[in-house]
């Protein structure tokens, strides 16, 4: 998609970070081409952004003390995206918002943009990464009850069942034989419980011995690029139920036979 930073000086909003200074994945090492397990992985993950009739994004401008920085946001939430558009930009020019839609992208395609972007050295776009407030709110009332103190978490929230004694995580069937299995890592802490209750409620005396850790994705997606453990092929983003309700309306119906 072709960047269009003629309308991030029309779009440029009043204000501090326009899209909550996620900018993580912005600061990671500078890597080679993504690699084909890490696209893989990030694959089944929708994120949302703005984009004209044409498909180009929308560039958001601000000021940052004597430099301009033009921010993409990519919204984890569909329903966050059509916020921004409504509550934001409509009231900012709401000519110019009128042409403007939300455009699905997966995860992967995102990781790429970056990656490519961080090989820029005079680059001044910044692609932000914004995750629900929700969570990211339930990941630091839990951090803050396992003794640590953050108030704010900068990054995007993954919450993953595993076990207290030995460090290894849950798992659950790949597809319906259920030969291999997967590492689930949710967006959604809801999710991650339920996992949690129901494998509590299928062996109650290992309950003790579980809990749900907060990860960072940003981290998770650094260890797929840079590690060599056979075991992240078995990490399995799983999109929160709102992307799921997403994909699902986008898949064409099966023909009854």
């Given at each position: 998609?072709?960047?269009?930073?003629?309308?991030?000086?029309?779009?440029?909003?009043?204000?501090?970070?326009?899209?909550?200074?996620?900018?993580?994945?912005?600061?990671?090492?500078a890597l080679?081409?993504?690699q084909?397990?890490?696209?893989?992985?990030?694959?089944?993950?929708?994120?949302?952004?703005?984009?004209?009739?044409?498909?180009?994004?929308?560039?958001?401008?601000?000021?940052?003390?004597?430099?301009t920085?033009?921010?993409?946001?990519?919204?984890?939430s569909?329903k966050?995206?059509?916020?921004?558009?409504?509550?934001?930009?409509?009231?900012?020019n709401?000519?110019?918002?009128?042409?403007?839609r939300?455009?699905?992208?997966?995860?992967a395609?995102?990781y790429?943009?970056?990656?490519?972007?961080?090989k820029?050295?005079?680059?001044?776009v910044?692609?932000?990464?914004?995750?629900?407030?929700q969570?990211?709110?339930?990941?630091?009332?839990?951090?803050?009850?396992?003794?640590?103190?953050?108030?704010?978490?900068?990054g995007?929230?993954?919450?993953?069942?595993?076990?207290?004694?030995d460090?290894?995580y849950?798992?659950?069937?790949?597809?319906?034989?259920?030969?291999?299995?997967?590492?689930?890592?949710y967006?959604e802490?809801?999710?991650?419980?339920?996992l949690?209750?129901?494998?509590?409620?299928a062996?109650?005396?290992e309950?003790?011995n579980?809990?749900?850790q907060?990860?960072?994705?940003?981290?998770?997606?650094?260890?797929?690029s840079?590690?060599n453990d056979?075991?992240?092929?078995?990490?399995f983003?799983?999109?929160?139920?709102?992307?799921?309700?997403?994909?699902?309306?986008?898949?064409p119906?099966?023909?009854?036979?």
């Amino acid at each position: 998609m072709k960047l269009l930073v003629r309308w991030g000086l029309t779009l440029g909003l009043a204000g501090s970070v326009m899209f909550g200074g996620i900018l993580g994945i912005n600061n990671l090492q500078a890597l080679a081409l993504p690699q084909e397990q890490v696209v893989k992985t990030l694959q089944e993950v929708p994120v949302f952004t703005l984009t004209n009739a044409q498909g180009e994004f929308v560039v958001i401008s601000r000021k940052n003390q004597s430099k301009t920085i033009s921010q993409v946001g990519f919204f984890l939430s569909k329903k966050d995206a059509q916020i921004f558009l409504e509550q934001r930009l409509k009231k900012e020019n709401p000519q110019l918002a009128s042409t403007i839609r939300i455009t699905p992208l997966s995860l992967a395609e995102y990781y790429k943009l970056v990656v490519e972007n961080n090989k820029k050295k005079d680059s001044n776009v910044v692609f932000s990464l914004v995750p629900s407030k929700q969570q990211v709110d339930q990941a630091i009332i839990m951090l803050n009850t396992s003794g640590k103190t953050d108030k704010k978490f900068d990054g995007i929230p993954l919450f993953v069942p595993k076990f207290k004694q030995d460090n290894s995580y849950l798992t659950i069937p790949k597809g319906q034989a259920g030969k291999e299995r997967l590492i689930p890592f949710y967006f959604e802490k809801e999710q991650a419980v339920a996992l949690l209750e129901a494998f509590k409620k299928a062996k109650p005396q290992e309950a003790a011995n579980t809990e749900i850790q907060v990860l960072d994705l940003y981290r998770v997606i650094d260890t797929l690029s840079s590690s060599n453990d056979p075991s992240t092929n078995k990490i399995f983003l799983f999109p929160s139920r709102e992307s799921i309700e997403f994909i699902r309306s986008i898949v064409p119906a099966q023909p009854k036979k």
